[in-house]
Each structure stands twice: as structure tokens, then as C-alpha cells.
């Protein structure tokens, strides 16, 4: 089936040619629905903390950092922005010169003078058509103001990263992207000694523009932060992307029959984790930030979340040793085995079943994980995953971050258990990625290769199917030690259309 240019052209990719068997075959055999215990709800799941143990959990947090303790934010920030500009996308090719009434383009018209981009998108409208937007508006030319955002001849919104869009305009006219709140609430959260590291995740196409923008912005945010950025970048590998197929399962090849590859989601950069030289690391979407005077929940969700994991490692180190020295006596194993089931949400019938060595075997295997503890927000209608109780292959059910394709609805009871489901994941996770003894986790190796998608997407016109893998933080976390902790609602402001940059959490 493969050709010595296709083996040439994957030893070039870095991927096997066992790695195509094995993704076609998954093509024909697809991905199973999971199996599921119960919805994760406050207080059986997701745990809801009190003011106390919040303070305790910040209290931690910060004697974390002051005793050096090693951090870094990661921030995937590789996706265009272009989705969020689908309906300005959709007026601009259309045929209806003006704007539907009560549509999202009419109401960035008529609040246009309240966007963060306001002042740029003037300047390229006046060097174009000697108006400026407002001008415009008035005679009617909508589509040159909306065109003027997002095509190359404007401000090419529509073919930039989020990351360097003007998301929040300040009062001293100041305005910042994305990549800048991120360097600021880095400096609020995740100082150590006066240094702060992040790592962002980019796309080869804006390698430069990334770099470009960090060579003038690390250096302002130092001044004005006081505190000195380590700042990092990576590119999803090209040894993660995942081969096209054709509606029957077989090789897509385009027009020159060359094999097509697709990337392999953000479930590809599991691998990039795996390369972070650090012991936690913060997990947070490069468009769920706000300005400063709206930071303060963020701030305080974020230490809470840290110092819960951080109070929960604690326990599981101290165990752990407890369990290595082959000294834990019956009633020490049950008390391991109840700080898993209350800490941890973990049902497993081994708790019961097994005892001495055997069930001290089977709870060290389920402590020595890598840990993540995970914000969850109640679901008031926004997008996003979902948290859940799921069986493992080993018969155990833990804490599970789901999408509803991965949920066969169809079965009465599981309909039910996704209608009982109460919050839903804004991808704000804090994880702990060593082992006790400092050794970091080989982190593919808890994957769930059961836990990928399948798309239909097209290619010059022929439809072609493609593979996703185990989101990052969803079937790519399977394996790993996970806690549920409700945050506000206030945390949660991410920009998914350009019309989110007009509510009050956005303004400056």
C-alpha cells in the first residue's frame, strides 16, 4: 500500500508506517462511546470549597511559591482567529449590502466605536478610502468598515492568532492582546523568585509574528510588573499530525497522490507538555482573559486551584512513601483508599476486593500518576466539555472531562446522566507532572487512545475523513489523578466571536 515516496515522506514527519495501519484501521472500527458512572455535580464530583479551605488552598499556594517551587503557565495560542470572525466573513461575501437587523454585524456597527481595535481600524480605513469608520457607516458603506477588520488589505483579523489581536483598549489608551494579559496575570499567579515562565504553542506560519510581538512586549510587562519573563514557544510536531481517508477508509491522496495529513488537534500537544521542564503548569486558552480591573476572580480561582493541587500532592506523596516502605497496616491502606474515593472521586470495586500487598500494589499504581486539578464552571449555556464520572478499562471509575460526541445518547440512562449534568469545563486546569521523587512523568503513557474523534471535512472539493486525537484535556488526561473544584462563573470570559470584546467583562 505505501510507496517508497510515501515511507520517504513519513521518516520525514517523524511517523512510523505502523502508525498509518493503526489510524486506518481506526477509521474503519471508529472510537467507542464511553461508559459512564454519573454526572460530576457539587458535592459528588466537583467539589465546592468553603471560604476556609479556599484560604487554605490560597495559603498553600503561595508558600509554594515562596519556597521556589517550580511553575510555568502553558498557553496554547496556535489557532487562528478566524472563527471568530465567521459571521463578519459571512456579510462581507454575501450579497445584502446591509447588515440584518439584530445581527451580530449590526451590533459590532453600531457599538464599533467601543471596540479595542477602533483607533487601527480607522487608520487603515482612512488610508484606503480617505474615510474613517464612522464616516462610512454613515454613507452606508458597511461592508468597506467590516471588510476593513478582517481581510489582508485591512487588519487581517481574519487571518491572524487570537494571541495578537487588540482585545482591551485602557483608559490611558493603551491597548493590549492576549499574549500581554497573559504575561500579566502570569505575574499575579505564577511568580517565582521574581521570575515568571511561560510557554505558548504556535503555528509555524506565526512563528515570527509570536516572536516579533514578545521581543516588544516581555521587556515593557518587566518594567511594569517588576518581575523578569522566561518565555518559551513550540510548534505542534509534525510526528502528531494524522492521515486523511477516503469515505470507504482508504489512503486520501490529493491530486499529485501524494498522502494528506492533518493536525492532530490540540490533543497533539500532549507531547509538548510532555517536553515542559517543570513541576506544575498551568493549562489556559489564550482567549480567556480580561483586563486588569476585572482580574481579581481570576486571580483568586486560579491560587485556589494551584493550592488544592498542591494540598492534594502533599497527601499523595505522603502515602506513596507510606505504601514504598511496605509498612502500611490494614486500616493505613483504608484510609488510602477513602482519600482516593473522596479526594480523588475514584469507584473501584479493588477497594474492597483486595488486601495486603496485592490492594498496597494496586494503590500505588493509582498514586503514581500525574495530577490535575480542574476549574468547573456551572453551566449557564456556554460551550465546553463536560465533567463526568467514567469507567476505565479496569474496571475503576474517576473524573472524566467529556464531549458529547464521546456519549452514546441513545442509551436511556446516559441521556439522563448528560441532562443531570450540571457545569461544564473552561479549560482551566493547574497540573503536577512529576513524581515525588522529581521525576517527570512520560506523560503519552497516560492516554486513552480510545478517546479520539472522527471529521468529515474536504479537500479540493472531494470529502475525506479526519482523525482527531484524545483531546488534551480530555482522553490525553484519562490516566491522570484528577480533582474537580467549582470557580466562578467571573473567571470564565472567553472572546469565541468578536462581539464577546463588547461585554462588560471585556472592557477595560
Same mark, same amino acid.
Given at each position: ?33 464511553? *461508559? ?10 466537583? @467539589?465546592? +470549597?468553603? =471560604?476556609?479551605? $479556599?484560604?487554605? /488552598? !490560597? ?109 482591551? *483598549? ?10 500581554? @494579559?497573559? +504575561?500579566? =496575570?502570569?505575574? $499575579?499567579?505564577? /511568580? !517565582? ?65 501524494k498522502m494528506v495529513f492533518r493536525p492532530g488537534g490540540h490533543g497533539a500537544l500532549i507531547e509538548n507538555l510532555n517536553d515542559m521542564d517543570s513541576t506544575v503548569v498551568f493549562i489556559k486558552n489564550i482567549d480567556n482573559v480580561v483586563p486588569d480591573s476585572q482580574r481579581e476572580a481570576t486571580i483568586w480561582s486560579k491560587k ?190 472567553p472572546v469565541k466571536t468578536v462581539n464577546d470584546l463588547l461585554r462588560p467583562a471585556h472592557q477595560a
Amino acid at each position: 500500500m505505501l510507496t517508497n515516496e510515501d515511507l520517504a515522506f513519513l521518516n520525514e514527519k517523524g511517523i512510523a508506517p505502523e502508525r498509518i495501519e493503526e489510524q486506518l484501521a481506526r477509521f474503519s472500527k471508529g472510537f467507542p462511546y464511553l *461508559k459512564l458512572y454519573a454526572s460530576a455535580k457539587a458535592g459528588a464530583g466537583i @467539589e465546592r +470549597l468553603t =471560604e476556609a479551605q $479556599q484560604q487554605q /488552598a !490560597v495559603e498553600r499556594w503561595e508558600k509554594y511559591l515562596a519556597d521556589g517551587g517550580d511553575v510555568c503557565k502553558f498557553v496554547p495560542a496556535s489557532g487562528a482567529a478566524s472563527r471568530m470572525f465567521k459571521a463578519l466573513f459571512s456579510f462581507v461575501n454575501g450579497d445584502e449590502p446591509t447588515p440584518k437587523p439584530g445581527s451580530d454585524v449590526e451590533k459590532l456597527i453600531l457599538n464599533i466605536t467601543k471596540t479595542p481595535f477602533y483607533e487601527e481600524l480607522n487608520e487603515v480605513l482612512r488610508a484606503k478610502h480617505g474615510k474613517d469608520a464612522q464616516e462610512l457607516i454613515a454613507d452606508g458603506r458597511y461592508k468597506d468598515v467590516i471588510a476593513g477588520i478582517i481581510l489582508p488589505e485591512g487588519l487581517n483579523y481574519g487571518a491572524l492568532p487570537k494571541a495578537v489581536l487588540s482585545f482591551h *483598549k485602557y483608559a490611558d489608551g493603551t491597548v493590549r492582546t492576549p499574549l500581554e @494579559e497573559q +504575561l500579566m =496575570e502570569g505575574a $499575579q499567579t505564577a /511568580a !517565582v523568585d521574581g521570575k515568571v515562565k511561560l510557554h505558548f504553542t504556535v503555528s509555524a506560519n506565526h512563528q515570527k509574528l509570536f516572536d516579533d510581538k514578545l521581543a516588544k512586549a516581555v521587556p515593557a510587562f518587566e518594567k511594569a510588573t517588576g518581575v523578569k519573563y522566561e518565555v518559551t514557544t513550540s510548534q505542534q510536531k509534525p510526528s502528531t499530525d494524522t492521515v486523511a481517508a477516503t469515505l470507504d477508509n482508504q489512503l486520501f491522496r490529493d491530486k499529485n497522490g501524494k498522502m494528506v495529513f492533518r493536525p492532530g488537534g490540540h490533543g497533539a500537544l500532549i507531547e509538548n507538555l510532555n517536553d515542559m521542564d517543570s513541576t506544575v503548569v498551568f493549562i489556559k486558552n489564550i482567549d480567556n482573559v480580561v483586563p486588569d480591573s476585572q482580574r481579581e476572580a481570576t486571580i483568586w480561582s486560579k491560587k485556589v486551584l494551584a493550592g488544592t493541587l498542591i494540598l492534594a500532592h502533599d497527601k499523595v506523596e505522603e502515602y506513596l512513601r507510606l505504601l514504598q516502605s511496605g509498612k502500611a497496616t490494614d486500616a493505613q491502606l483504608k484510609e488510602i483508599c477513602d482519600f482516593l474515593a473522596n479526594q480523588f472521586s475514584i469507584k473501584a470495586p479493588q477497594f474492597d476486593e483486595l488486601k495486603g500487598k496485592e490492594l498496597a500494589d494496586f494503590l500505588i499504581k493509582l498514586l503514581n500518576r500525574p495530577m490535575r486539578a480542574c476549574g468547573m464552571v456551572k453551566n449557564e449555556g456556554e460551550p465546553g466539555g463536560g465533567p463526568f464520572i467514567a469507567y476505565n478499562p479496569d474496571g475503576t471509575a474517576s473524573p472524566q472531562i467529556l464531549e458529547s460526541t464521546q456519549i452514546d445518547t441513545s442509551v436511556p440512562a446516559y441521556a439522563n446522566i448528560m441532562a443531570e449534568a450540571t457545569h461544564f469545563n473552561p479549560v482551566d486546569l493547574v497540573c503536577y507532572i512529576r513524581d515525588i521523587d522529581g521525576k517527570k512523568f512520560d506523560l503519552p503513557k497516560h492516554v486513552d487512545p480510545d478517546t479520539g474523534f472522527i471529521s468529515q471535512k474536504s479537500l479540493d472539493g472531494r470529502e475525506l475523513r479526519a482523525l482527531e486525537l484524545p483531546g488534551l484535556w480530555n482522553g490525553a488526561m484519562s490516566d491522570w489523578l484528577t480533582i474537580f473544584v467549582e470557580v466562578p462563573a467571573e473567571s470564565f470570559n472567553p472572546v469565541k466571536t468578536v462581539n464577546d470584546l463588547l461585554r462588560p467583562a471585556h472592557q477595560a
